[in-house]
């Protein structure tokens, strides 16, 4: 019975371990559990290092207005007035070609995003959970032909048929574009509201 009791032992400690390291999250990394009396953070505005112009901005919203709209934390307006400080690097933004027809033409582009997020207490300063190199990415079209207007992904879209037939191609990929790009945003908000919400 011994031997049964350490092995049922080592099993649960080792699923208790994979539970407070975040497994099957977007996020990874450093982490533990957020001390009680973190309830005030200060988004700083993020660091851009990607080619794309006013990201840091967009992002820095985006962050803000997720944490603000959830309610669990409360936003303050300056870094003193915070029990927390939370900033971050947009690393990259690119697009690479996802998929391209049999005769080359080119049907749509993946858009990976490349994020490093820190989460610091002010006083005493001590980092509280990091999470480097986190990875978002979404694909778009790059071409008309490669529209599908009846698909669910297009319908929650902001372009409707009659936009695709007046775009040219190159027009539909930029506008595809910007809104991968927004959507990306979007879900890094939320998802980095829900892992911190997890460490409580």
């Known amino acids: 019975m011994k031997p049964a009791r350490q092995i049922l032992m080592v099993v649960t400690a080792g699923f208790l371990f994979a539970i407070a390291n975040g497994c099957g999250y977007q996020f990874s990394g450093q982490s533990t559990f957020l001390p009680k009396d973190v309830r ?58 996802a998929s391209v027809n049999r005769h080359d033409s080119l049907l749509q582009y ?7 997020v820190i989460l610091r207490r002010r006083e005493p300063e001590e980092i509280l959970w990091r999470a480097l190199g986190v990875r978002l990415s979404g694909v778009h079209a790059g071409s008309r032909g490669a529209v599908v207007t009846t698909s669910s992904e297009f319908k929650t879209g902001t372009l409707n048929a009659s936009d695709v037939r007046r775009m040219t191609d190159i027009q539909l990929t930029e506008t595809e574009r910007r809104e991968t790009r927004d959507q990306l945003m979007e879900r890094f908000a939320r998802e980095l509201h829900q892992r911190l919400m997890e460490m409580f």
Do not use: C, W
């Open 110 to 116: 993946e858009s990976v995003m490349t994020i490093d």
């Open 40 to 97: 005030r953070v200060y988004v700083e505005p993020f660091i851009n290092k990607s080619r794309e112009v006013g990201l840091e901005k967009e992002l820095t919203i985006a962050v803000r207005s997720e944490v603000y709209r959830m309610g669990r934390l409360q936003i303050v307006h300056q870094a003193e007035q915070a029990d927390a400080i939370l900033s971050g690097v947009i690393r990259s933004l690119d697009s690479n070609v």
